[in-house]
């Protein structure tokens, strides 16, 4: 099973970014999902997470500028970044609960990152 992130960049503050993440390999089902990120010097944090029955929860900071969604069919992830600030400036990290089709168990997963750049 692996996740691959997608649609970083270098955006100017009040901009906009979408980015990406697809699971692929032998999975049986994907439970939650979820975008974290990581500030140079600073510890990964939660931003954003869905339940496989879409309901979304936010941290504060991020709460009414983006949107997490999802795409059952194609085992996607997405994150749409609105009014980005400076702040928003991080590695994002895509995570899903996954039990794959062999072995039994659900387990965490971890896309390799995207680089997200607000420049003011």
């Known amino acids: 099973v692996q996740l691959q992130a997608s649609g970083g960049g270098l955006v100017q503050a009040g901009g906009s970014l979408r980015l990406s993440c697809a699971a692929s390999g032998s999975i049986f089902v994907i439970n939650d999902m979820a975008w974290y990120r990581q500030a140079p010097e600073k510890q990964r944090e939660l931003v954003a997470h869905?339940?496989?029955?879409?309901?979304?929860n936010y941290s504060n900071s991020v709460k009414g500028r983006f949107t997490i969604s999802r795409d059952n069919a194609k085992n996607t992830v997405y994150l749409q970044m609105n009014s980005l600030k400076p702040e928003d400036t991080a590695v994002y990290y895509c995570?899903?609960?996954?039990?794959?089709?062999?072995?039994?168990?659900?387990?965490?997963?971890w896309g390799q990152g995207t680089q997200v750049t607000v420049s003011s």
């Open positions: 995570n899903a609960d996954i039990i794959p089709s062999t072995g039994w168990g659900q387990h965490g997963y």
């Open positions: 869905i339940t496989a029955g879409h309901t979304p």
